[in-house]
């Protein structure tokens, strides 16, 4: 059983297993959660993107999909960097927000991380609405987590990120 947890805060100040990365598909770090994470982490993490970059991901990490580095001077393992999708408002693009968070939990999984914080994906720059984002998170965790992953901790950086995370979860079934 994977228990899920709201934290109001900042996911660099975490202390789990494994934090994700709401990053983007160059893996060379940007604004947001991905900033926070790069500035606080230290060049270790930059140093395995390159790595990452320059032997699978030539032509960037796919949106949808997930990889993992060190965590650098943060109180983690793993950061494990995905690429959520941006909001487009006339395409339905949920699939790849889904697939972030799977995709994120099955390498969570494999490294045998216990603990692992998630951002609330794409609702920052990408513009996703925060209450489909959280609804979008909160089940597709709760479809996905299992194996080692004994808690997912959902690091909300606003009230009203933690209210609409609050709501999706008193209303999964
Ligand atoms: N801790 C927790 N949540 C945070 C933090 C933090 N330190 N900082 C921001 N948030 P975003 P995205 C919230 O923009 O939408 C970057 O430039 C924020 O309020 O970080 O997936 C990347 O390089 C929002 O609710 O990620 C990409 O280019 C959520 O985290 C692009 O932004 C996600 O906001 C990715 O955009």
Known sequence: MTTITLVRGDITEQHVDALVNAANSSLLGGGGVDGAIHRKGGPAILADCRALRASHYGKGLPTGRAVATTAGRLHARWVIHTVGPVWQPDEDRSALLASCYRASLR????????????????????????????????????????????????????????????????AAP
């Not at 808690?151 to 609050?166: C, G, S």
């Open 107 to 170: 390498i969570a999984a494999e490294l045998g991380a216990a603990s692992v914080a998630f951002p609330a994906i794409s609702t920052g720059v990408y513009r996703w609405p925060m209450d489909d984002g959280a609804r979008i998170a909160v089940r597709t965790v709760r479809e996905a987590a299992g194996g080692p992953v004994a808690e997912v901790r959902f690091v909300l950086f606003d009230d009203a990120a933690y209210q609409a995370f609050e709501t999706a979860l008193a």
